[in-house]
Nanobody
Framework: QVQLVESGGGLVQTGGSLRLSCAAS????????MGWFRQAPGKDREFVAA????????FYSDSVKGRFTISRDNAKNAAYLQMNSLKPEDTAVYYC?????????????????WGQGTQVTVSS
């Protein structure tokens, strides 16, 4: 059974930082591309960032480029999202996702597996 479990969400002030973690099980982690999505209240889920299975390529949405950094540790079956210079508009539930096809994460936004989400709230 595939499980993606996010952690690290919380309440932070504008300009602050948070680091989200995603612990994966039930998949051969090193063969999967990993991504982060988010959903704000009343809005559709949107793509945030992705990292290729090898860690050799990353891709970001324009809204977070330069502020967020995605990374992974294949030895720990974990992916991370370092979020800096947070803004109130970053408030959302953040979801970890996994897919063996890069385009399913970065283009079609339809990955095979999803986590349950972790809340990030940025106060003004």
């Amino acid at each position: 059974q595939v499980q993606l479990v996010e952690s690290g969400g919380g309440l932070v002030q504008t300009g602050g930082s948070l680091r989200l973690s995603c612990a994966a099980s039930g998949i051969t982690f090193s063969r999967y591309n990993m991504g982060w999505f988010r959903q704000a209240p009343g809005k559709d889920r949107e793509f945030v960032a992705a990292i290729m299975w090898s860690g050799g390529n990353t891709f970001y949405s324009d809204s977070v480029k330069g502020r967020f950094t995605i990374s992974r540790d294949n030895a720990k079956n974990a992916a991370y999202l370092q979020m800096n210079s947070l803004k109130p508009e970053d408030t959302a539930v953040y979801y970890c996702a996994a897919d063996s096809t890069w385009g399913d994460l970065t283009v079609r936004h339809n990955p095979n597996y999803w986590g349950q989400g972790t809340q990030v709230t940025v106060s003004s």
